[in-house]
């Protein structure tokens, strides 16, 4: 079946700019996560949809970052103004979740954005 | 101190042998334990999830200490195939899933 997508694969914009990275999640999977990878650095943890709802924004790193997903669907995660250091692989992932049992986590392919 | 630790490596292998790696985590409140692989320019995938008593797949055992805050991931018989980085997951109360920086193994033949 399918997985998870993302879109674009790969963006690249000039700073200052705005960007919108899109995470379609696996059918029937009611979280959704996002997370950011610098280059030869581990995942941190950005936010996490339970639904539409986001009880955990704890991760995104400034107010020029915001995310929304619509009912159990879309995510898209966008930032404002780029800068230099927002430059990574913006990996998206998607789970089933039940209660407090954590399932395994689907991840997308990730956006590569550079900033220039 | 960082949530999630893990030694960066690399941990160079010769095929057919063991190698074991840790992950310390500093919230005693944590509640289940992963271990997430991930090859170069890849996204994450599933390597198995760690239980109380420990648990084994094919080669690959894990294990976990709550007394000293740490999950253990072994690999018998390295093959050519298994080296990638191992990201250790950790999640706490409240669903929030913290990665360490992941172990990088490097198996040679």
């Known amino acids: 079946g399918a997985g998870v997508s993302q879109s674009p694969s ?7 700019k705005d960007v919108e990275l899109r995470c379609d999640p696996i059918s029937g999977h009611t979280a959704l996560y996002w997370y950011r990878q610098r280059l030869g650095q581990g995942l941190e943890f950005l936010i996490y949809f339970q639904g539409n709802s986001a009880p955990d924004k704890s991760g995104l790193p400034s107010d020029r970052f915001s995310a929304e997903r619509t009912g159990e669907s879309v995510s898209t995660l966008t930032i404002q103004r780029t800068q230099q250091e927002d430059s990574a692989v913006y990996l998206c992932a998607s789970s089933l979740r039940l209660a ?3 399932y395994e986590q689907y991840f997308g ?6 900033v220039t | ?6 030694d960066p490596g690399p941990f160079n292998v010769p095929e057919g042998a063991t190698v074991a790696f840790n992950c310390t985590y500093s919230n005693s409140a944590s509640q289940s334990f992963f271990w997430y692989r991930q090859d170069c320019r890849k996204e994450p995938k599933l390597l198995m999830s760690v239980y109380s008593s420990g648990n084994e797949d094919g080669r690959f055992t894990a294990q976990l200490n709550r007394a000293s805050q740490y999950i253990s991931l072994l690999i018998r018989d390295s093959k050519l195939s298994d080296s990638a980085t191992y990201l250790c ?6 669903n929030k899933l913290t990665f360490g920086g992941g172990t990088r193994v490097l198996v040679k033949p």
């Open chain 1, 10 to 16: 790969n963006k690249v914009t000039e700073k200052g």
């Open chain 1, 100 to 102: 407090a049992v954590s």
């Open chain 1, 109 to 114: 392919p990730g956006t590569r954005l550079t």
């Open chain 2, 1 to 6: 101190r960082k949530e999630v630790e893990q």
């Open chain 2, 89 to 94: 997951v950790v999640e706490a109360a409240g």
